[in-house]
């Protein structure tokens, strides 16, 4: 059974930062990909970031390119969400997500096999 919790959510300043961490268990970590999506309220739930089992490969959603790093640490089962420059529109609940795919998690939803519970991010204006 694969668990996923995350955490390091909170309230920031625009401007600000925060890093969102999620340990995993349940299988061979490095055997898979991992991946952040995040809900804002009345939105649907929207890919944001995803990295290889190895770490080499890392892929971001437009939105975010340039302001979020997403990396990880095989010996730790963790995966990381570095979130700099946040500003309103980043307010959200994170998840973090896994698949099926050594490469990356796919961008839609439907592609994600396991979430955690998710982590509450608010950036005030």
């Known amino acids: 059974q694969v668990q996923l919790v995350e955490s390091g959510g909170g309230l920031v300043q625009a401007g600000g930062s925060l890093r969102l961490s999620c340990a995993a268990s349940?299988?061979?970590?490095?055997?898979?990909?991992m991946g952040w999506f995040r809900q804002a309220p009345g939105k649907d739930r929207e890919f944001v970031a995803t990295i290889s089992g190895s770490g080499g490969t890392r892929n971001y959603a437009d939105s975010v390119k340039g302001r979020f790093t997403i990396s990880r640490d095989n010996a730790k089962n963790t995966v990381s969400l570095q979130m700099n420059s946040l500003n309103s529109e980043d307010t959200a609940v994170y998840y973090c997500?896994?698949?099926?795919?050594?490469?990356?998690?796919?961008?839609?939803?439907?592609?994600?096999?396991?979430w955690g519970q998710g982590t509450q991010v608010t950036v005030s204006s």
């Open positions: 349940g299988r061979t970590f490095s055997m898979y990909a």
């Open positions: 997500a896994t698949g099926r795919s050594m490469l990356r998690v796919g961008s839609a939803p439907r592609d994600v096999d396991y």
